[in-house]
T-cell receptor, first 114, second 107 residues
């Protein structure tokens, strides 16, 4: 079974803090993604990576950065957390290939910024 | 601008009846579409997909219909069960998702 794990299920941080969200997948997937989920807005893509050290901006990259030093690990960084970054953060991974490639998601990190 | 849209935020159906969840898209270049199901406090899980060259794909109680001329797809669940209560997302192969529809199946 593909497993995607996220470092924390719940996190509370203060405004201005630097926040690291970690994601690890164990199935050698090339592609990894970070989304945030907010009521009424669904899943919005923040950043994705299709290879080690590669990154691409998604639809809402402002205020975030990412790091992918190893194939299995994809980190989301909030350089200076703000209250509008309070959200559920979801990591996903998928293979590259022909046809549909379903994403496998982690359980999510509920981040609260006070 | 969202390329897949789910315009119904919620749907409530009786157990045993049909649930129909809808999704509209604007990008005619999508190769396939996927549906995901999400329970509270869990990540989404893949449910079913459909290739853009098909108009129907069936997997047990779940069927996806694709109407390319209308740029519309729908997920049918028959019969609906209380365990189907979840948020359902559609997505294109650009890895962007609709806003989701919360399905409640009442016993």
């Amino acid at each position: 079974d593909v497993k995607v794990t996220q470092s924390s299920r719940y996190l509370v941080k203060r405004t201005g803090e630097k926040v690291f969200l970690e994601c690890v997948q164990d199935m050698d997937h090339e592609n990894m993604f970070w989304y945030r989920q907010d009521p009424g807005l669904g899943l919005r893509l923040i950043y994705f990576s299709y290879d080690v050290k590669m990154k691409e901006k998604g639809d809402i990259p402002e205020g975030y950065s990412v790091s992918r030093e190893k194939k299995e690990r994809f980190s989301l960084i909030l350089e200076s957390a703000s209250t509008n970054q309070t959200s559920m953060y979801l990591c996903a991974s998928t293979l590259t290939g022909q046809g549909y490639n379903e994403q496998f998601f982690g359980p999510g990190t509920r981040l609260t910024v006070l | 601008d969202q390329q897949v849209k789910q315009n119904s935020p919620s749907l409530s159906v009786q157990e045993g009846r049909i649930s129909i969840l809808n999704c509209d898209y604007t990008n005619s270049m999508f190769d396939y579409f996927l549906w995901y199901k999400k329970y509270p406090a869990e990540g989404p899980t893949f449910l079913i997909s459909i290739s853009s060259i098909k108009d129907k794909n069936e997997d047990g109680r779940f069927t996806v219909f694709l109407n390319k001329s209308a740029k519309h797809l729908s997920l049918h669940i028959v019969p609906s069960q209380p365990g189907d209560s979840a948020v359902y997302f559609c997505a294109g192969n650009d890895m962007r998702f609709g806003a989701g529809t919360r399905l409640t199946v009442k016993p």
